[in-house]
């Protein structure tokens, strides 16, 4: 990739020290939106980008500020750090080696909602990442980028990290929110939406940390050259982390509608031991598994195009199986993680994810028939569209396709019971 | 008690928060009591349900839900080896199990020395670096990633040398 717009420190050394972000132009977005553009008008902007949440949704960052409700005060920002996806190790990279353009991007967003308040909610586990930040916050501080009467304007912000602990759950927006309220990170039955009703009952913008590292850029080079990268319903870059069963797994910022064998070949450097690609979840383990057939492969990576595989792009944790691997091992490992993960609150998710592990316990075990193939099929439909959240939905992505795509590996398990040993088997 | 020993630390993460929303420091003060004594003592659970003015069961139901909180002590170092899908297919498993092997335990258990308790543990954002893992102690948390059974057993070895007593 020629143009970095969120790794840029991969080609600029020491760009976590202040001194050098603003060498290169650090900071100049947030004092040009605030000392020139209304808030309203940094919205815009950001709508014309096309910019679209990368945490796995998608939607629109632009529209999304400007749904914060103008009637209620105080509004926050919520950045979500909480990074938990199975196959995702993104937003840590961008914190550790690139803080300050997260925290621009931070601050930016506040600035366009008039938020005086902004929280980054980290997962528990990214301590370290969080007492990095602290530092930085207090330079920022320091330096007058942070606190009062910014760039001599009556505007004033402050930003502070808040530390899960270990809950995936939290990486839903109202989960966390009420994390961050000190309660137990359960999900909020929506609507209202956080725009309207987020922390503490108030206007809240929530927005993934690659989200909004790519605010400055944007603001700085404006829409169209952002526009100039990815596709039109999908611009810009992204960053693909790549996992599995590859030469050279990473984080790759490409442009969207890179295609995936551009990413595992040409970037990935293949599959070791001259294996085929079995299969890929573009999505993390809440991915439905997409057959690695060479249309597949030509696919390009963006929103528009990889629904077309039965599959969503999502955080764009791409994880390559390969033909060693049998796919009820996969659904093993992905239903242990949801069980473990469901919060408990609804009941399809709660009960059906416990149940999903317990079949796939026997089948993965070879104690199962065919009728077991058959059930766990069944629990997986009936957890379809009864949840409050989407983890419950995410928990059933790799079953359902898993089962349909792939029913020779589980037939083979039913039938042959240990059957071909195969290296996961 | 954590109010006299850290009274400045507390008063920097009450001031995080709305004053109105105490209850939002619940999760800072019980790393702050976990980190004295490696796992939130019933003492401790009253004390910080006494600085935020809420329930004592409501602290605890927060130590039950998240799960980098302890109820109860364990090693003195927490390995945390994640096995879930993108790490396994790096090996995590093979790791996993060789470790404890070497180690003498079952996952989730602790060395007899008191040192080290091994655990599986789901994703940590450290997929394209398995095998890896996190060691959680009253120093903090830190990574290890791109790791082998060998290299592990060093670390802990070190440990053991920075911890005669144990």
Known sequence: ?425 | MLAEKYTDEIVTILNKYPPDQKRSAVMPLLYLAQREQGYVTRQSLNEIAAILEITPTEVASIVGFYSLYYDQPGGKYRFQVCNDLPCALRGADEFLEKLCENLGIKVGETTSDGLVTVEAVMCLAGCDRAPMFQVQSGEGLAYYENQTVESTLQLIDDLKKRNPQS
């Open chain 1, 1 to 425: 990739m020629s143009e970095y717009i969120l790794l840029r420190h991969r080609t600029i050394p020491d760009l976590n020290q202040l001194e050098v972000y603003r060498q290169h132009d650090g900071f100049e977005a947030f004092r040009k939106v605030v000392t020139t553009l209304q808030p309203d008008e940094v919205i815009e902007l950001v709508k014309a980008s096309g910019l679209r949440g990368r945490g796995g949704a998608g939607f629109p960052t632009g529209l999304k500020w400007a749904f914060t409700d103008k009637k209620a005060w105080p509004h926050y920002v919520v950045a979500n750090a909480d990074e938990s996806e199975p196959g995702t190790f993104k937003d840590r990279e961008i914190m550790e080696k690139n803080p300050y353009q997260f925290l621009e991007g931070v601050a930016i967003a506040a600035y366009a909602v008039q938020a005086k308040a902004a929280y980054i909610y980290l997962r528990g586990e990214f301590w370290h990442i969080a007492a990095g930040l602290d530092q930085k916050i207090a330079e920022m501080e320091a330096a007058g980028l942070l606190g009062e009467k910014l760039f001599d304007s009556d505007y004033r912000l402050r930003i502070y990290t808040h530390l899960g602990a270990g809950a995936y759950i939290c990486g839903e927006e109202t989960a966390m929110l009420e994390s961050l309220e000190g309660k137990l990170g359960q999900p909020r039955l929506r609507p209202p939406f956080p725009p309207s009703f987020g922390l503490y009952g108030k206007p809240t913008v929530v927005n993934n940390v690659e989200t909004l590292s790519n605010v400055p850029m944007i603001i700085q080079k404006g829409a169209q050259w952002y526009r100039s990268f990815g596709t039109e319903k999908s611009p810009g870059t992204k960053i693909f982390c790549l996992s599995g069963r590859v030469y050279r797994p990473g984080n790759y910022e490409l442009p969207l509608g890179t295609t995936f064998r551009d990413l595992i070949y040409t970037h990935g450097g293949g599959v070791p031991g001259d294996h085929k690609v079995k299969a890929i979840m573009a999505a993390g383990a809440s991915s439905s598994l997409i057959v690695a057939t060479e249309e597949a492969l030509d696919t390009p990576m963006d929103y528009e195009s990889v629904p077309r595989l039965g599959a969503q792009l999502g955080s764009a944790s791409v994880i390559v199986i390969d033909d060693t691997v049998n796919i009820d091992w996969v659904l093993y490992k992905t239903l242990h993680f949801f069980s473990h993960e469901s919060c408990g609150k609804c009941t399809p998710c709660r009960e059906g994810t416990f149940w999903m592990r317990h079949i796939i316990d026997r089948i993965h075990s070879d104690q199962s028939s065919a009728e077991d193939v058959q059930l766990l099929g069944d629990v997986a439909s009936q957890i379809k569209g009864k949840c409050l959240c989407a983890l419950g939905e995410f928990s059933i992505e790799a079953v359902l396709s898993g089962l349909e795509r792939f029913d020779g590996d589980f037939n083979a398990r039913v039938t042959n019971g240990r059957g071909e040993e195969l290296a996961h088997g």
